[in-house]
């Protein structure tokens, strides 16, 4: 007789575990989406005073041409990008107001492709790496204690670790934000989402950092739409890149192959 109440209950309490998890996601993604919004309205404040339009026009549309082709990390869940190379670039040179705009819309198009359209994922997926990469270049800025690069001489060297510190604070931000929604969404720790999915992929964001570092030193003698040339050597890169990781991908099919017989 004691029995199903007791089963009640326990559907009471797991029924009110959910009601607290959707309400915590509900919260957090909203206070993401806020936070996001603030910082694309001041980009989009910032961006009619901000010069050089045709030199960041380039880099934008070199960077949403990059994101269309990302890699994926052989055995993981998680893909990369040349595109934060692009984007580093134009924050560092004219300000972060272009690049974090581009980000946001660089974003929109990847959520709306997905096959299942989810309004808050959307919202989320376009105001979390805004924020991320807005903070970062803050912390650039801050660092460097100069005002945005292009045709103006600065020591390169002092440029280091504030790149460094770029790249670290907009990977942390941006995966980190993006590892507590799955955390709260799935139940599940968010530090081991992260290091599963996310910390493989945190070389990609130094090494972006390393390849702004080494465009913005060629901006010192050429102009940014010279810096195109260098696009064919990206592509060959990246291309390598792809082969690399289609046959590691091949060399795990094959070990996986090999264990299936083996145990049969």
Known sequence: VGRPD??????????MSM??????????????????????????????????????????????????????????????SISDTFFMTSAMLFGPAPATLTIAVDSMLMTHAFKTFNIRRFLFNSGAPALAFWVGAQVFFWLSGTQP??????????LLFPIAAFAFVYFVLNSGLTAIAIGLEKRLSPISIWRSHFAVVSLNYFASGSVAFLLIL????????ALVAVVPLIAVIH??????????????????????????
């Open 149 to 158: 690069l292009f045709a103006k001489a600065v020591p390169i060297d002092t």
């Open 218 to 225: 060629l901006t010192q003698y050429l102009s940014v739409v």
């Open 6 to 15: 007791r089963v009640g209950r326990r559907h009471s309490v797991r029924a």
């Open 19 to 80: 009601r607290r998890g959707t309400a915590a996601i509900n919260v957090y993604v909203a206070g993401i989406v806020i936070a996001g919004t603030i910082v694309l309205g001041f980009a989009a404040w910032a961006l009619p005073s901000t010069p050089h339009v045709r030199d960041w026009g380039v880099l934008a549309t070199l960077a949403l041409i990059a994101s269309r082709f990302p890699l994926r990390v052989p055995g993981r869940s998680a893909w990369f």
């Open 239 to 264: 291309l390598a890149m792809k082969s690399w990781a289609g046959r590691l991908e091949d060399a795990d099919r094959h070990i996986a192959t090999v264990d299936r017989l083996y145990l049969s």
